[in-house]
């Protein structure tokens, strides 16, 4: 198997191709930063990047940035994602994209050679790595999601209220009364521990929440 090495320390970038060469993997470039990353996966079109996610030049989402484009534009290039510390909502938006052929891990984990190894020939192949305590983050995160409060049909009612329409127009599409609905709008408000305020302002915040653009 092919595979790319992006990562700024030289030090760890050394470590990570000894071991995927001693894995059985052809490093085909090994580079310090994102752009560098875009440039050998097209020219080599490897079986799999593996790259840091903060790099030069603004050691901020570099990595993750580059790692969407590649599964974008080389769809048969896996990515596996290095990070310092766990960063849950880059691995989320990493797997929302594609969860075939996706790894995140701690850097801790390149120490383990056999286990590192083994995750990157599963990621390499179009399986699923996730750092432990990485999936220990995202359930967290998840099982506090305000949302999982709601029931079946307050979410349809949320989801109409996403789609632009009114109270009566929720009434009329689920074949209920005007009250029934605001009584569920009210449910929603409480639920998502929105404050109390104008209602077109809690509108407003409720659907941010439902497409994830507003802060839980």
Do not use: W
């Amino acid at each position: 198997m092919r595979a790319v090495i992006a990562e700024d320390s030289v030090l760890l970038r050394v470590g990570v191709v000894k071991v995927l060469e001693a894995a059985g993997f052809d490093v085909c470039a090994e580079v310090g930063d994102a752009a560098g990353l875009l440039a050998a996966v097209d020219e080599h079109r490897p079986d799999i990047a593996v790259t840091d996610v903060r790099m030069p030049p603004g050691f901020s989402d570099e990595g993750v940035r580059a790692a969407l484009l590649i599964r974008s534009q080389h769809p048969e290039t896996a990515v596996l994602l290095l990070s310092q510390y766990v960063e849950e909502r880059y691995a989320a938006d990493l797997l929302s994209a594609n969860t075939a052929g996706v790894g995140y891990l701690l850097k801790q984990r390149v120490a383990d050679v056999e286990e590192f190894a083994e995750a990157a020939r599963r990621v390499a192949a179009g399986g699923t790595a996730l750092d432990p305590q990485v999936v220990a983050q995202l359930l967290v995160r998840r099982h506090s999601d305000p949302l999982d409060r709601l029931t079946p049909r307050e979410r349809v009612v949320l989801e109409l209220m996403a789609g632009g329409r009114s109270n009566a127009g929720i009434a009329a599409e689920l074949v209920v009364s005007d009250g029934a609905v605001s009584k569920h709008i009210n449910n929603i408000f409480a639920k998502l521990d929105l404050p109390k305020a104008d209602a077109d302002h809690r509108r407003v915040l409720a659907v941010l929440r439902f497409l994830g653009v507003a802060e839980q």
